[in-house]
């Protein structure tokens, strides 16, 4: 049986200096985050002549375009989670390394170093919003990367010839069970008018995953003197930039108005099922909505909904996502409108974690890792 069994590599320019990942993406459980671990190679005649090897776990927030960064100002700023000399080592290799930094190290030999990182508790997801279609640059949002370079200190301006940089993600899948259905009930009375009107809103279940179809049930009872003319229902995404006290935004991803069944005369009912469905697709020129943390040449999806532990555990970095149905009637001009809004999660579904076996011993080092040259981050297929 053959399986492919993937390794993340990627070279400073001067080739000195590699950084090896089984992976990229690390999921945050609320109870904790899976540890970053690889290892990092290193050219022995490099380091011989007194270099001192730093590696970092970083996360970057850029709040504004990089295009306006003129005259030394900068919109990002780099919190370092953690800052580890690796070379001239300062404490001993750990014995508890994965399978494959196990591997790695035999293969790659004395001069491959593992690694281990562990994210903070209250660690930010990733989250990029997406940019206009004019605006080039690096778009704003969180992200992570892990960093290796030669440098005096932890602090000392790195060259880009000796530096490796890869980015990774940090996020979060849905929990595997539902919880309660949202329902909720708005009625609105009338100065002068006798009565009142009441909308009820109710949705299938609180949890979706993305590319499911929202199936808003809708009804309202008029017992006032008014006419309903039309209904309208959209999904709004909320985001919630922590750093800034204003930073709160709304944006409708998806909307359906419609009049089937109006007016709604006073006295009479109607009960109805509307269905939405966010999506990228009809929203990719759409500036500033919120999308899952990119790695290059990945397809971005819509945001996840942030889960938090407690509503105050709220990194300083973070950008907080949330998700809600809102229905509106339409009374008229002089009347106004009723409204109701519901939250719900979007998330992706854990995938099915299978067991992957490590390659087979009896394979050459050169037909486990295959230098790509040319490509920054390389997928590098392990096959067993």
């Known amino acids: 049986m053959v399986v492919n069994f993937k390794v993340f590599k990627k070279s400073s320019p001067n080739g000195k200096i590699s950084v090896y990942l089984g992976k990229r ?3 945050d ?12 190679l290193l050219d022995q005649e490099y380091v011989d002549g007194g270099r001192i090897v730093w590696a970092q776990l970083i996360c970057s927030f850029r709040y504004g375009r990089e295009e306006d ?29 994965t399978r494959l930094q196990e591997r790695l190290v035999r293969k790659l030999g004395a001069n491959a170093i593992p690694f281990t990182f562990t994210f903070p508790q209250s660690a930010p997801s990733s989250v990029t919003l997406q940019p206009g279609p004019d605006e080039a640059g690096e778009p704003c949002g969180v992200s992570y990367c892990v960093k290796v370079y030669s440098g005096e200190s932890e602090t000392d301006v790195t060259h ?9 993600r940090k996020i979060q899948y849905a929990p595997t069970k539902q919880g309660r259905q949202p ?20 949705l299938d279940k609180q949890l979706y995953h993305h590319g499911e179809r ?24 909320g985001i919630d930039v922590v750093i800034f006290q204003n930073g709160q935004f709304r944006t409708v991803i998806d909307a359906v108005e419609t009049q089937d069944g109006c007016p709604i005369n006073p006295g009479s009912n109607l009960q109805k099922v509307i269905y939405l469905k966010p999506e990228l697709e009809n929203n990719k020129h759409r500036r500033g909505i919120a999308l899952d943390g990119r790695l290059k040449r990945e397809d971005g999806e819509l945001a996840s909904s942030t889960l938090l532990t407690s509503p105050d ?32 999660i979007l998330m992706q579904p854990k995938p099915s974690e299978r067991v992957k076996p490590m390659p087979s011993e009896s394979l050459a080092f050169e037909e486990l890792i295959q230098e790509e040259k040319g490509n920054e981050d390389a997928n590098l297929p392990l096959k067993a």
């Not at 459980?29 to 990092?40: C, K, N, Q, R, T």
């Open 313 to 344: 555990v709220r990194d300083s970095f973070g950008i907080v996502v949330s998700y809600a149905v809102k229905v509106k009637l339409y009374l008229g001009a002089l009347a106004g409108e009723l409204s109701a809004e519901l939250p719900f």
């Open 25 to 27: 993406d690390f999921i």
């Open 160 to 168: 880009k010839r000796s530096t490796v940089s890869l980015g990774i």
């Open 183 to 202: 329902c909720t009930v708005v009625r609105k009375d009338f100065l002068l008018s006798p009565g009142e009107l009441e909308l009820e809103v109710t």
């Open 214 to 237: 929202i199936a808003v049930n809708v009804c309202v009872r008029n017992n006032s003197n008014k006419v309903v003319k039309k209904i309208k229902a959209l999904v709004q995404q």
């Open 69 to 97: 960064e003129v005259m030394g100002l900068n919109f990002q700023k780099d919190l370092y989670l953690v800052s580890e000399q690796i070379y001239p080592p300062t404490k001993k290799m750990e014995a508890n390394l």
């Open 29 to 40: 459980y609320l109870s904790g985050v899976e540890p970053v671990d690889g290892v990092i």
